[in-house]
């Protein structure tokens, strides 16, 4: 995985992760199963997933990201495919995410809204 490229993109192009600082960031990915797509020509890297798991109950995907330069070429749905085939190998209960913008991408995948929300909770601190 390229980092730097990584953390450039979440810290100052993705809305859930402006000024991320890149010690967090680093420990985030430490802590994860971490996913990406290469350009074949030039080995870069085009797109970014990383996912929390215990790899035997649960699993939330996050830090999805996509280079502006291969939007629309299949990347992003090419990238959620094989997350969800690896996970599928876990056999986990539940897998969640969240999203502001992606909905029809993710449901292609099987996610779809939360039917029992009064059930979840969270506990959000101040960014920082």
Not at 26 to 37: K, T
Not at 114 to 126: C, F, G, T, Y
Request: aromatic share 10%; net charge neutral; charged share 25%.
């Amino acid at each position: 995985m390229d980092r730097p490229t990584i953390h450039g993109w979440l810290s100052t192009e993705a809305y859930w992760a402006l000024g991320r600082p890149r010690e967090q960031h680093d420990r985030a990915m430490d802590g994860s199963l971490n996913f990406g797509m290469f350009h074949a020509g030039s080995g870069r890297q085009v797109a970014y997933a990383r996912v929390v798991t215990d790899r035997a109950t649960f699993a939330w995907l996050c830090d999805v990201f996509v280079a502006e330069s291969v939007r629309g070429d299949g990347v992003g749905i090419a990238l959620i495919a094989g997350v969800t085939e690896r996970l599928e190998g876990f056999g986990l209960r539940r897998t969640m995410l969240a999203t502001r913008d992606a909905h029809g991408l993710y449901a292609k995948f099987g996610f779809a809204p939360i039917q029992d929300a009064e059930k979840w909770m969270v506990r959000q601190l101040p960014a920082g």
